[in-house]
């Protein structure tokens, strides 16, 4: 089980809270070089999987669960800390991303299902990287920060739909063969 990747999963799994230290005591340079790299630890993690097969369960639902907590965190850190983002965009990803959670657990103790990315689920996450990354550096980038997270936000719904969609039209199907 403990794999390189599963190893990176649990490396970002400890760089949540160390983000959410050096943001709160206004280390915010620092705070994104650990983003940074908890970002690449999630693209290395995924790549040494599929290329060398060491795709396990656990990293299943632990990788995309470590990539939850570090989004979440990091839109509570924006919020509380300095009301650099909206309140309601981070009760938006905070329903959203529970919702997906609860139905992730849901599909997986009823049906043995994983829920894998799509390419629209990707294409969210990729937002709200550039959208964080420009919340770091919002001194710059402002207002754009802001519609990029917006974007994003969007993006991350209409994925959430469109998983629901697909799910509901593959169980449909398999309802009709029995």
Known sequence: MMTLPNILTVLRFIMVPVMAGLYITDHNTAALIV??????TDLLDGYIARKFNQITDWG?????????VMLLTVLCCFY?????IPLFVLLIALIKECAMVVGGVFLYKKRDIVVYSKLYGKLATGLFFIGVVLTFLREHTAPYNLYMIYAALLLSITSMVLYAF?????MNKENTKA
């Open 35 to 40: 983003f940074l790299l908890a970002s690449l």
């Open 60 to 68: 299943k639902v632990m990788d995309p669960l470590a990539d939850k």
């Open 80 to 84: 509380f800390v300095d009301h650099a």
């Open 166 to 170: 697909n799910f509901t039209k593959g």
